[in-house]
């Protein structure tokens, strides 16, 4: 994880917000490459729920709704994490998150009670824990301008309680009875105590979350549906599968609203941990905003019967997919004498930058005619000028950002129109005419595509 946050923080990707400040707890800001990278794993998820389906709709609704929403919605009660606090290293700990790590010592250090040097060498003083109390996540805020009277409200803490409040209003211009789904991306807010573990856990995160409406006798097919489909994109956007895996909750870990519950895990740094979680959320969701807004909210039939569907959520974290396609992508590969390259090999798509061009020589009319590949290249793809610095430095400087290729203008590029297109992953070197090299790359971009890292 050391060498994640520190390459990101070299390549400015992620860092710490509010850094000249000291930095603010579990919160994170995305330069350059992170917005591009971020952007193209929101993309991909787009484009898997509306691009590539034709059953799911589009909606952005508002961070704070209504107060009420959160107490129907059960969050205001049930919206907690039990903490305990260590008396001896006094640090805070979730007490789910102890017992956890009690039970598998190889899960996560930092969860782990630190407890403190004791006076006598060589010995540790005996973590002493509080009994654990239950602590809602949901920030509070005001609307209106009187300090302290204004109208108390929440920062979402995830996006599908407005998917819900929607539903009817979608349903009228939808054009379609369930089975369908409304999906959404946008900032969640909880108040985290959990410390570290850069991007895995922050205070606000983005969510991808979609709400699938079935009639009731489908919902086991279609949680089943779900499950197998999400698995599946994390695959195909080139984590390792030997990284990935399907685990079903036991009953004691389902949310208030959930009946089943499957998470997509992954082998992170820290252990294997919830990347997406994949819930049936029965009827639930919809009944208690039909209760608590006395509105009913319901599926009617032509022949005029009526049933609230069920709802299958898939909700994933674009942080933290983030942070599983960097883990997965890191690699250090030994060059021989002591020469190693640090390359980040991502899926083509998720690369920030697909193509960098790089004049060899900054004269000789070399810049002029790589200026001219960038122009010709931009309009299908992301790509990067850079003039300085050894050929060397540039292509490692690439490699760590993971562009997939590197396009070098030489002198005989001035002679005969032809380029050298390197490749990230095998470094193997081809002579391409510029020309050919838009459909070429685009071909490439499009194709199919598997991690070359060896497994584990
Ligand atoms: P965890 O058990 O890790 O706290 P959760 O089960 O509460 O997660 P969900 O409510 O199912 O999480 O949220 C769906 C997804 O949103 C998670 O799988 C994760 O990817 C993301 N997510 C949730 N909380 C955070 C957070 N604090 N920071 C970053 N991502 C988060």
């Known amino acids: 994880m050391d060498k994640i946050v520190a390459l990101c923080k070299r390549r400015g990707l992620i860092f710490p917000a509010s850094e000249i400040y000291g930095g603010i707890a579990n919160t994170y800001d995305y330069g350059h490459y992170g917005v591009l990278l971020k952007r193209n794993v929101v ?6 729920m509306l691009q590539e389906r034709d059953d799911v709709v589009a909606l952005d609704s508002a961070i704070i709704q209504h107060p009420k929403t959160w107490e129907s919605s059960g969050h205001l009660a049930g919206f907690t994490d039990p903490l305990v606090d260590c008396k001896t290293c006094k640090r805070r700990f979730r007490a789910d998150h102890l017992a956890e790590a009690r039970e598998n010592p190889d899960s996560q250090p930092e969860i782990r009670c630190g407890k403190r040097p004791s006076k006598l060498p060589g010995e540790t003083e005996e973590c002493e824990l509080t009994e654990p109390r239950e602590f809602n996540l949901m920030f509070e805020t005001a609307i209106g301008p009187i300090q302290g009277g204004g109208q108390r409200v929440f920062l979402r803490p995830e996006t599908a309680q407005g998917i819900f409040l929607d539903f ?7 054009r379609r009875k369930p089975p369908f789904g409304i999906a959404q991306v946008g900032k969640s807010f909880r108040n985290e105590i959990t410390p570290g573990n850069f991007i895995f856990r922050t205070l606000e995160f983005e969510q991808m979350e979609m709400e699938f409406f079935v009639p009731p006798d489908q919902a086991d097919e279609w949680y089943d549906h779900w499950k197998q489909a999400r698995f599946e994109w994390y695959v195909e956007l080139g984590l390792r599968a030997d990284h990935l895996r399907l685990r079903d909750h036991d009953a004691d870990e389902l949310s208030h609203y959930s009946s089943a519950t499957a998470d997509v895990e992954y082998l992170f740094p820290i252990g294997w941990s919830e990347l997406e979680g994949i819930a049936n959320r029965g009827d639930f969701d919809l009944k208690a905003h039909a209760a608590g807004s006395g509105k009913a909210i319901e599926v009617v039939e032509q022949d005029g019967t009526r049933y609230v ?3 299958i959520e898939p909700a994933a974290g674009v942080g933290r997919s983030v942070l599983a396609f960097l883990a997965d992508a890191y690699d250090e590969e030994d060059l021989g004498d002591g020469d190693i390259r640090t390359v980040l090999r991502l899926h083509p798509r998720l690369a920030p930058v697909k193509v960098a061009i790089l004049p060899l020589v900054k004269k000789d009319g070399q810049p ?5 590949v960038q122009a010709l290249l931009k309009k299908r793809m992301q790509t990067e000028y850079d003039e300085g610095g050894s ?5 490692r400087r690439q490699d760590e950002i993971g562009t997939p290729w590197c396009v070098t203008i030489d002198h005989q590029s001035l002679e005969d129109r032809t380029v050298t297109l390197r490749d990230r992953d095998s470094l193997a070197q081809e002579r391409i005419a510029i020309d050919d090299l838009g459909e070429l790359l685009s071909g490439r971009l499009a194709g199919p595509w598997s991690s070359p890292k060896s497994a584990g």
């Open 168 to 174: 009817k209003t979608v349903l009228t211009f939808v």
């Open 391 to 395: 050929i060397g430095k540039r292509y």
């Open 43 to 48: 993309d991909a998820w787009w484009d898997a």
């Open 368 to 372: 002029e005619l790589a200026a001219e």
């Open 309 to 311: 569907p069920h709802v």
